[in-house]
């Protein structure tokens, strides 16, 4: 067994064999995107009432959760001022990338520099980099299951394997480090941690955070963590960044204006380094970071531009609005699934916009499967809800509960009607 320093590191010699290719045997994941489009299509319609979009994270539509004036104002500014029309230096404007650093670096007990971020076209982008920076041959690398089908679908695009690592939803989905540590061989790279959890609502504590990094570091292996939904939190657990622990292990932080600011379209995320102990830059990762965005599309230059002022001029009122809607949304929907028998609801979300919950099929008459359960949803209700195998959990359903209370209202009792409608006779 190789020493927890050389292990952590061993992709540096893969560097020297040249980039991996599409293994055919590495099937692609559906992305959320192509199966949402596949449940509009089949959207009735005759059917004159207005669709329910429980199936993405994408608030921004309805006015309750409008982005904050300032942000507004900022882009409006960046436009006006003509300056911003032209390319975007490479890895972004280094006034945003500082702005960003000092954002991160307020949960932080380490200053990041302008030098430790990269600003990405949404965090998707940011998803793309790192797990190509990753993509050697034989490598692979651990996903939650439940997962976000973005890192699966990029990770077999690119030829890495994926390996999934299962969460637990009698734990409050936390990550399973038995099966986490049963995953491992000499050509696991990372660890893929998402928190606040998409698609389950979850919120890790402190302490469940630094098992992981303790977990990580004994495996050799590199930390990716997702935040984009940051400090979207309405439980009694607080957010806490995984690079907190980067003294114990390096880790890559993925965010975006998108989901705190409400802003999706605007596209604008970032891949930051957390690396105290200068590992990552010792080795060839940074620079294979730094490859991928030399080759690929940057922000746009005039959103760039804003993020300084949107960062520092958007008031906490903003954000506390949005966490007390989501608060209530959150409490609406485990309230109203307790009257629906054939779906169970194993935790109350505690952050980000979704929660999981299990069908119960032996309850509901000429249901195949999650995929026919959303597929038929959409015919009779107008409705549009994820099928929990796009995630990686058959007969499960990932539901998104950020919308106007009075929506999400309607939406929860044409699922009653719909299984209603479908159960078995007794």
């Given at each position: 067994?190789?020493?927890?320093?050389?292990?952590?590191?061993?992709?540096?010699?893969?560097?020297?064999?040249?980039?991996?290719?599409m293994s055919e045997d590495n099937k692609r994941a559906m992305t959320v995107r192509e199966a949402l489009g596949m449940l509009k299509g089949n959207v009735n319609p005759e059917d004159k009432r207005p669709l329910i979009p429980m199936g993405h994270g994408d608030p921004s539509p309805f006015h309750c959760f409008r982005t904050a004036p300032a942000a507004e104002d900022a882009v409006v500014a960046a436009l006006r001022s003509a300056t911003f029309n032209g390319y975007s230096v490479t890895h972004g404007l280094p006034s945003a990338r500082k702005a960003v650093a000092e954002y991160i670096s307020k949960d932080l007990p380490y200053k990041l520099s302008p030098q430790d971020v990269y600003l990405t076209v949404g965090c998707k982008q940011a998803i793309q980099a790192a797990i190509t920076a990753l993509s050697l041959p034989d490598s692979n690398i651990l996903m939650p299951r439940p997962t976000f089908a973005m890192y699966d679908a990029v990770a077999a695009f690119t030829g890495l394997e994926l390996r999934h690592y299962d969460l637990q939803p009698e734990t409050g989905w936390e990550v399973d480090l038995n099966s986490v540590e049963a995953l491992v061989d000499n050509n696991t790279v990372a660890i893929v941690i998402i928190n606040p959890g998409n698609p389950c609502g979850s919120v890790y504590t402190y302490q469940h955070l630094q098992k992981v990094a303790e977990t990580a570091r004994k495996l050799g292996l590199l930390v990716i963590a997702d935040e984009v939904y940051e400090h979207i939190t309405f439980g009694s657990k607080p957010f806490v960044r995984m690079a907190v622990f980067a003294s114990i292990v390096p880790v890559l932080t993925l965010g975006s204006l998108s989901k705190r600011w409400i802003v999706p379209g605007w596209r604008l995320g970032w891949l930051v380094t957390t690396d105290p102990n200068h590992i990552l830059q010792k080795s060839q990762y940074v620079e294979r970071v730094k490859a991928f965005f030399n080759i690929n599309a940057d922000p746009p230059t005039f959103i760039q531009a804003a993020v300084p002022q949107i960062i520092e001029k958007t008031e906490e009122e903003f954000f506390s609005k949005c966490i007390t809607v989501l608060r209530q949304d959150a409490e609406l929907i485990v309230e109203k699934l307790k009257e629906i028998p054939s779906i169970t609801c194993p935790n109350e979300p505690e952050g980000s916009m979704f929660v999981m919950v299990k069908l119960n099929l032996s309850m509901l008459d000429g249901i195949q499967d999650d995929a026919d359960f959303c597929m038929k949803l959409a015919k009779q209700e107008s409705m549009i809800i994820l099928p929990g195998s796009t995630v990686g959990m058959k007969n499960w359903l990932r539901l998104t509960f950020a919308l106007e209370p009075s929506v999400l209202e309607q939406g929860l009792e044409r699922l009653k009607c719909f299984c209603q409608r479908n159960a078995k006779v007794e």
């Open positions: 067994m190789e020493n927890n320093e050389s292990k952590l590191w061993r992709f540096n010699k893969k560097y020297e064999k040249g980039d991996g290719k």
